[in-house]
């Protein structure tokens, strides 16, 4: 069963263990600049409000109605990243294997959506190793960053891969992991004082005429240096019996307050606001787990300066200048480090 | 009230084992209180501070903000908002659900529908 409880998606499979949960949360965070250099992990500014879609059906195109699920605001050109909880809190949480999609793409194989795990296909991650996924996986510890653009303007990676604005959004399938390995792992846990898996341990402009509902797609933005992680319990690790599913549709947010009457948040910072203030970014790397390669697909889609570049067109404002000083290296265990900074629930 | 005094002192001083952020006064200074007045409280000398000190204590100390409001015996605003809306209903409901084991709890919470895509 998936719930929505504040701003978070919480996965939960009482009929594997009681303790099988894993929670998503989308934050908000400072787009980079797509100059060809690599960035630092940026930080996260808060979460995006999530809503259930059905809550809204007479304000919503009948496809959202249809998919259901939940929808959140973000603006034209809005960076974001994905934050994954297995309870760290609760000293390792509960492992879970989740596909990542951005519309229907896969967001580390850059492959069509599919339900299965395939351990071939290497196409998924897995919590508590991998706190947060910032974007589309295009080589070995880099990643291009979730930056949301109109659907349909062909910014999107789904537009340029399919050549069709078709989904839009994100979707997730989360696995739990089967209960004997679970409590094979805990009493692993409980005999070893070194807690790995604490590793995962872990705003407007309104609008006065109405018009269409505008969905928004993910589009790859600047470089950044992450690792993703590969899975390290192996595939039969996974109850692939019990799963659970959610498509998160991103509405453009200066419609959010006609769909929702709610106000959205507010645009965030440019990063090189961010940084000439003298707040910190991060880096996150553990060293002692093998990471995934990137996927050819996702390497080969044009960015959105790029592409805007190539439309002629004035999409993005100016990054102006950006030289991360004050980056914070953190590791598995120390997810809880940065609480003091300007980032809700990571780094 | 030394019920969430002493639960505050536990979760912050286990996490001040391994972590010398969770020392007393720096959280006093992160969620922006005098750190005589957070010892007091983890004492149990003075009443629990407000919901909001109440939820930046819970937010930095990784803790469930419903929980610690619980012990400091408050309720949400939030809460408070949704149930006097419809009072008879919620406290209907709440009292049909006292006993009612974890599991079936989950039964009534609100699932998010999954469609067609």
Redesign the interface.
């Known amino acids: ?4 409880e504040g701003n978070h ?1 919480t996965f ?1 499979f ?1 009929e594997v263990h ?1 303790s099988a949960k894993s929670v998503l949360q989308f934050q908000r965070t400072l787009r980079i600049p797509d100059n060809g250099k690599h960035y630092p992990l940026p930080p996260g500014l808060g979460a995006f409000p999530l809503r ?3 809550d809204f059906t007479d304000r919503v195109p009948k496809g959202w ?6 929808m959140m605001p973000l603006y034209q050109a809005e960076a974001m990243w994905i934050s994954f909880d297995a309870g760290w ?1 609760s000293r390792g949480g509960y492992p879970c294997a989740i596909k990542v999609a951005a519309g ?1 793409i896969n967001a580390i194989s850059g492959k069509p959506w599919t339900p299965e795990l395939d351990g071939s296909e290497r196409d998924y991650i897995v919590v508590p190793e991998q706190p947060w996924l910032d974007g589309f996986c295009i080589a070995k510890d880099v990643i291009r960053q979730f930056v949301a653009m109109p659907l349909g303007s062909g910014y999107s990676v789904e537009e340029q891969i399919t050549g069709k604005p078709e ?1 839009g959004g994100l ?1 997730f399938i989360v696995y739990p992991m089967l209960r004997e390995r679970y409590e094979a792992l805990l009493q692993q846990r409980e005999r070893s004082s070194d807690h790995w898996a604490v590793a995962g341990a872990s705003s407007l402009v309104l609008r006065c005429a109405a018009e269409p509902v505008r969905a928004m797609g993910l589009a790859a933005g600047g470089r950044m240096r992450q690792q993703i992680y590969a899975d390290p319990h192996g595939l039969d690790a996974w109850d692939q019996s019990s799963s ?4 998160v549709t991103l509405v453009d947010a200066v419609q959010w307050r006609e769909i929702t009457g709610e106000a959205p948040p507010t645009k965030p910072p440019t990063a090189a606001d961010y940084t000439k203030a003298g707040l910190p970014w991060f880096d996150y790397y553990a060293a002692d787990l093998e990471t995934l390669g990137g996927a050819q697909a996702l390497a080969l889609a044009k960015s959105v300066a790029e592409m805007a570049e190539e439309k002629g067109e004035q999409v993005l404002g100016p990054d102006g200048e950006v030289n991360p000083d004050t980056i914070i290296n953190i590791g598995p265990g120390e997810i ?2 940065p ?2 900074l300007p980032r809700e629930s990571k780094r | 009230m030394t019920g969430f005094g002493d639960y505050v002192r536990m979760a912050r001083s286990t996490r001040a084992e391994t972590d010398v952020r969770f020392s007393l006064r720096q959280v006093a200074q992160r969620i922006g209180v005098e750190p005589a007045y957070l010892s007091k409280i983890e004492r149990g000398l003075v009443a629990p501070p407000s919901e909001a000190t109440i939820i930046r204590l819970a937010t930095d100390l990784g803790e469930d903000p419903d929980v610690l409001l619980a012990l400091a015996g408050k309720v949400g605003s939030d809460l408070q908002a949704i149930i006097l809306r419809r009072p008879k209903e919620f406290a209907e409901l709440i009292r049909q659900l006292k006993n009612a084991p974890d599991h079936a709890l989950l039964k009534v919470v609100r699932e998010v529908r999954d469609g067609n895509w």
């Open positions: 069963m998936i719930t929505l998606l939960r009482p009681e259930h879609v059905e109605r249809e998919r259901a699920g939940v809190r229907k989904h979707q659970n599913r959610c498509f809880s480090l609480k003091a």
